[in-house]
C-alpha cells in the first residue's frame, strides 16, 4: 500500500459511506440524482456537492493517475 494520499480512494470512500450511512443503492453520485436515489432533500444536495466538487477535481487533474 502506498503512503501517497489517494484522493480518488477518498472521494470513493466519502461516497460509499454515505450511501451505507443513508441505506441507499450503491450508484455513482450523478446516476443517483438522476434516478432520485434520495429519500430527502438534503441528501440530494450532498449528491450535488459531491458531483460538484468531483467534476472540479477532474477539470483540475487532481484525480488522474
Not at 40 to 59: A, C, H, I, V, Y
Request: net charge negative; hydrophobic share 35%; proline share 2%.
Amino acid at each position: 500500500m502506498s503512503s501517497k494520499f489517494d484522493l480518488m480512494e477518498t472521494m470513493n470512500d466519502a461516497l460509499i459511506n454515505f450511501y451505507e450511512k443513508n441505506d441507499l443503492e450503491h450508484l455513482c453520485a450523478l446516476d443517483s440524482q438522476i434516478v432520485g436515489n434520495y429519500k430527502t432533500p438534503e441528501q440530494r444536495e450532498w449528491l450535488e456537492s459531491f458531483s460538484e466538487t468531483w467534476e472540479k477535481l477532474q477539470d483540475a487533474r487532481w484525480l488522474d493517475d
